[in-house]
């Protein structure tokens, strides 16, 4: 922390889409770089395929750039630097520090089997000398005694036993350097000061600094393992189990600045207890030092109400904008919206709910739910009772306003014996037939206000019908 341009870097390798878990990197990343006016850099980790496959790095920049996250400078693809830490591995063969091995992964699980001991490489090639050929593997000489030990924001201190570290493989038999080594060289050649990463990279960081002083290249400042996230069983999340994927979410009507809300309390909460708030508060409360060690449940169920929260806070015009891409009707469904969305905005948790919501001034005749119609035609009280009585003092209303409506949906309910003198809690259900009459469902905006936009006649019409199938 004591350095005062600090430089992070999010350091994705792109084997599908952004994962939950790599945006909240990305996010603890990026937090950190704008709070403490350092730059945040973009290095896209693709030593494993040679060549990087376009369609999966837009995956992740457009999850990115939807998040509302940015980054300084041009992004690094590793692969392009695949030469440099071939020769940084040759250096280290030269100088003594790594040798040619050419067992077969079989070959090392079967000694390590027949020894019974744990599972990896027993340093079998250390001292034969090898010459490189087409079926060897460069293997870094791992100490064999002391510890590598490094001081860990979230975590504190946090030590190997060199013994317990195996001649890992820095070049495979083709060539191609492994991850960790191309990881901790190109931090160093890009200056990179703080390592804000997953969890899952600590069993990896002694070897990454064993390489880094080997290489004479210093160290990071700074390391921060985040948090593992967990799902409501307490597991790991999982890519197979899990609902992970950045963009599924956008594509369900999450707002990006309700996810990266969220994703700012896996592991850090501001001191003042405040959760839904917008990012540019987070920037100025965040501090990578608050971050907790403790696994951070991923709980889409509070996603969705942080969702629900940032909805309604936008104007209602904005709701519109964001809501138009959902809406599959186009411009009809717009026009619908548009006079109804303060009222919309205030009932739905996702955007792919609104339309739905509408749907009921879109279609003629209306779609009846079924669920719905069980629920409050069926099961409910006197549905034929408060229909009759809706549908005469409506056809017989003065003025058609929601207010009016009211006044007479209130009269019915008293009038088929659903509400009495203190029964404002069962007026909701009183209106329950009616709601779903006209509207096909037993949510959707306020009734009264939804019946005024629905008009006088088409409300009959579907009273009438509702009616005449009960
Ligand atoms: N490429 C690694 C990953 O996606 C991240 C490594 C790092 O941040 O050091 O998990």
Redesign the pocket.
């Known amino acids: 922390m004591t350095n005062p341009n600090p430089r992070l870097r ?4 792109p084997t599908g889409f952004l994962h939950v878990g ?1 945006a909240r ?1 990305a996010l603890f990343n990026w937090l950190e770089a704008r709070r403490a006016g350092g730059e945040m850099l973009l290095r896209v ?1 693709d030593t494993d395929r040679e060549r990087s496959s376009s369609e999966l790095v837009d995956n992740i920049l457009t999850s990115l750039r939807w998040l509302g996250l940015d980054w300084d400078g041009d992004i690094v693809f590793q692969a392009d630097h695949l030469d440099a830490h071939r020769e940084a591995a040759l250096h280290l063969l030269d100088t003594g520090r790594a040798y040619w091995c050419d067992c077969t992964s079989e070959a090392v699980q079967a000694r390590a089997k027949a020894r019974g001991g744990p599972p990896g490489y027993d340093g079998f090639c250390r001292d034969r000398g090898l010459p490189r050929s087409d079926d060897t593997a460069l293997r870094f000489r791992a100490p064999d005694d002391g510890t590598t030990a490094f001081t860990d924001l979230i975590r504190g201190e946090v030590s190997f036993e060199n013994k317990t570290i195996e001649d890992f493989v820095l070049l495979r038999s083709s060539g191609l350097p492994v ?1 960790l080594l191309s ?1 901790a060289i190109d ?1 160093a050649t890009m200056g990179i000061t703080h ?1 804000v ?2 969890e ?2 600590v069993p990896g960081t002694p070897k990454y600094l064993l390489l880094r002083d080997a290489l004479k290249l210093g160290r990071p400042d700074v390391f921060a393992h985040l948090p593992m996230l967990v799902n409501e069983a307490r597991q790991k999340l999982s890519k197979r189990r899990d609902a992970v994927s950045v963009a599924d979410f956008e594509a369900q009507g999450y707002l990006p600045e309700a996810m990266v809300n969220y994703l700012a309390l896996l592991g850090w909460g501001p001191k003042d207890g405040v959760e839904v708030r917008p990012l540019g508060e987070i920037v100025e409360l965040f501090r990578l030092q608050d971050v907790t060690s403790s696994p951070a449940f991923f709980d889409v169920k509070k996603l969705q109400a942080f969702n629900a929260d940032h909805l309604r806070a936008l104007p209602a015009a904005e709701f519109v904008r964001r809501a138009h891409p959902f809406l599959t009707r186009g411009q009809a469904a717009v026009t619908t919206l548009e006079p109804l969305a303060s009222l919309v905005q205030e009932r739905v948790r996702l955007l792919t709910e609104v339309e739905p919501m509408i749907a009921f001034l879109l279609d003629d005749p209306v779609v009846i739910d079924d669920e719905s119609w069980q629920k409050a035609m069926v099961k409910g009280k006197a549905a034929p009772e408060m229909l009759a009585a809706v549908t005469h003092r409506l056809d017989t209303l003065d003025g058609w306003s929601a207010d009016a409506i009211r006044a007479a949906v209130e009269g019915a309910a008293v009038e088929a014996g659903l509400v009495n003198a203190e029964g404002a809690a069962q007026l909701s259900k009183a209106q329950g037939p009616v709601r779903v009459a006209t509207t096909g469902r037993i949510v959707g905006p306020p009734l009264f206000e939804a019946l005024e936009a629905l008009g006088r006649e088409r409300t009959l019409t579907r009273l009438r019908e509702a009616a005449a199938r009960l």
């Open positions: 999010f350091a994705p390798s790599n990197a980790e991850f990881n931090d390592v990463r997953g899952d990279h």
